[in-house]
């Protein structure tokens, strides 16, 4: 979904088939069930939920190229709707592609959603979004720019994202989910920060 996270890459909430967004290129409004069977994913995928219970469980990854991680302190609904398209595109995400400008506003002006982009000589090299409800903090979007997937920057990233989690006075939780439609290396990527798979579930 949501390394990219399967709302955080495909649709929203994995996979709820009554769903409904438009797909800008067909004009239509399609329902998550006959997306897949338009995309011809005939496949069972699964859906894998990660959590993380403690601060202290983060294995932490370095950079292998340089990056500079910066919160977008002052709110720009259209920026996080660009990071959106811009990292999403290539993993499908669908979810938001229906909100309107007034949507993306309310969405991005909540006090409960952060944003962080990372930089990398001037260009976007990935960003993601936490979201927290009660004690409990979720990654609801996490990627890379495609021309950074592959150069080791990925568990740095999310090294990051975990902690900024953490960093919310009175958190308990910090949680993801992805699936099998995902970046093969995401699963792998959010297990090797400390998370564990509390939940899975297999929509075929």
Known sequence: MRGMVCRDNLFPDCLQAEYQTVLPAAGA??????????????????????????????????????????????????YNKFLYQFIGEKWLWTDKLALSDEEWQDYVASDNLRTWVAYKDGAIAGYFELLREGDEVEIIY??????????????????????KAWSWEGVRRVWVHTCTLDHPGALRNYQARGMRIYKEEINS
């Open 29 to 78: 409004i399609l329902t998550t069930e006959k997306m897949i069977q338009e995309m011809n994913m005939n496949e069972p995928v699964t859906i894998y939920y990660l959590q993380m219970t403690e601060p202290e469980a983060l294995c932490p990854s370095s950079p292998k190229i340089e990056i500079d991680i910066r919160e977008c302190s002052i709110r720009q609904y259209q």
């Open 142 to 163: 996490f990627g890379l720019a495609e021309q950074f997937i592959g150069k080791g920057c990925g568990g740095y990233l999310l090294t990051e994202a975990i902690r």
